[in-house]
């Protein structure tokens, strides 16, 4: 292949003094042929504590059967994931945003330690998604990262139900608005199946983010959890990241200061969440770009919001999706200017090449052109004062009132 000889999989696996080694790798059904391709780590955060990621062993699987029909071969490990929308409100959520530096701590030791060629990083809940990322950008092998998929709606009384109204009910419950029996009915629906929380939360504003930065597919990460084509989407990140091995396409060569920018631009125009603050600065210190919190000020200052999507709008990432999914929201903001269109991704091809074949389902009305915008500036805006001399972040998401340019 036209990759790097000296790829670090043959310090490993390659000469007489590494038999023992070879050895321990044919015991779980390695072969000789196995061993001499390009090793590719998949760094999978399945766990069983909750749906955004219980279904990503079943991508794993395709992930896996796309690099080795590429020429590479695959080797899975796993690492954690704490629930913010199952701990919270408990002393289990003050483990979230430690458990995003435990992500990427492991993954690079398990990265370094075996010297993977190449990686995928399959990432569902909030914090497993900037922890992926930051482990990439510190092995700066080729690399990329798939995000699991949004969870369907519920069906609850005749219309379509998420957790964001569980807990609303609770709040209605308490009031003697809701029966026991309806709080329990609501419950027993809401979340249908596997999938991350279908609003822009956290989850689904780095999903966003990542395709945005370019280390996702455009294209791939708003296709829903449950949806058959995810499984098409996996196989072909397979054979994808073997594409970026070949071409020594790095993630620091991706994530660079303009991929940022249209990275928050993202978070401003989707209403996304102020969690994309803290991610991003740690992300762009991992790779040395110079980012600060009146970047995400200026860039949201600049574009509208353009995505009418809960927890203040009427809609949710499934609904993104059959609109035209995120390359929909990178093309109107494409056809205002608002991007850096050159600013390179995973495919190979530039966010703005990805953004303009982007197809509109007629008649949506998902996401907005920027002159019928939501609210002419982001979601995003950064506050100063005796309270927070050095910045606070609050999130102006709009109602559904389109703003006149």
Same mark, same amino acid.
């Given at each position: 292949?036209?990759?790097d000889p000296k790829r670090p999989s043959r310090t490993i696996f390659e000469g007489r003094e590494r038999a023992g080694a070879r050895a321990m790798a044919k015991a779980i059904g390695f072969t000789d042929e196995d061993l001499s391709r390009p090793i590719v780590g998949v760094a999978n955060t399945w766990i069983e504590t909750m749906p955004c990621n219980f279904h990503l062993r079943r991508l794993a699987e395709k992930v896996k059967a796309g690099i080795r029909a590429a020429g590479g071969t695959p080797m899975e490990f796993n690492t954690i994931s704490i629930s +913010?929308?199952?701990t919270m409100g408990t002393e289990g959520m003050k483990g979230p945003l430690v458990s995003r530096e435990i992500i990427a701590d492991s993954i690079e030791l398990v990265g370094r330690s075996h010297m993977f060629d190449a990686m995928v990083a399959l990432v569902g809940c909030d914090k497993?998604?900037?922890?992926?990322?930051?482990?990439l950008l510190r092995l700066n092998v080729p690399g990329l990262i798939l995000y699991g998929g949004s969870i369907a709606p519920g069906m609850f009384q005749g219309h379509n139900v998420t957790i964001q109204d569980v807990y609303e009910a609770i709040g209605a419950n308490a009031a003697g608005l809701m029966s026991d029996g309806d709080l329990k009915k609501l419950e027993d629906v809401a979340c249908p199946g596997a999938g991350a929380c279908g609003g822009q939360f956290t989850a689904n504003t780095m999903s966003t983010v990542m395709e945005f930065i370019g280390i996702s597919p455009m294209g791939a990460n708003s296709v829903p959890a449950m949806d058959a084509m995810k499984d098409e989407v996996a196989d072909h990140v397979g054979a994808l990241v073997m594409k970026l091995w070949q071409n020594n396409v790095l993630p620091r060569d991706i994530m660079t200061r303009p991929a940022f920018e249209n990275a928050i631009a993202s978070v401003a125009a989707t209403g996304g969440s102020t969690n994309a603050?803290?991610?991003?600065?740690?992300?762009?210190?991992?790779?040395?770009?110079?980012?600060?919190? +009146?970047?995400? +000020?200026?860039?949201?200052?600049?574009?509208?919001?353009?995505?009418?999507?809960?927890?203040?709008g009427r809609y949710v990432a499934t609904d993104v999706h059959r609109a035209g999914g995120i390359p929909l929201i990178a093309k109107k903001l494409i056809e205002a200017g608002l991007l850096h269109d050159g600013a390179m991704t995973v495919t190979g091809r530039t966010i703005g090449e990805e953004a303009r074949a982007a197809r509109e389902t007629p008649g949506q009305d998902v996401v907005h052109s920027t002159s019928n915008a939501l609210k002419p500036t982001g979601g995003l805006v950064v506050l100063k004062g005796n309270v927070a001399p050095e910045g606070s972040v609050a999130s102006l998401r709009a109602k559904r009132t389109p703003c006149m340019r």
């Open positions: 292949m036209a990759g +913010d929308g199952i497993t998604t900037p922890g992926a990322a930051m482990a603050v803290l991610h991003l600065l740690a992300m762009a210190r991992e790779c040395g770009v110079a980012l600060n919190i +009146d970047d995400f +000020d200026r860039v949201s200052a600049r574009t509208p919001l353009i995505a009418d999507l809960k927890p203040a």
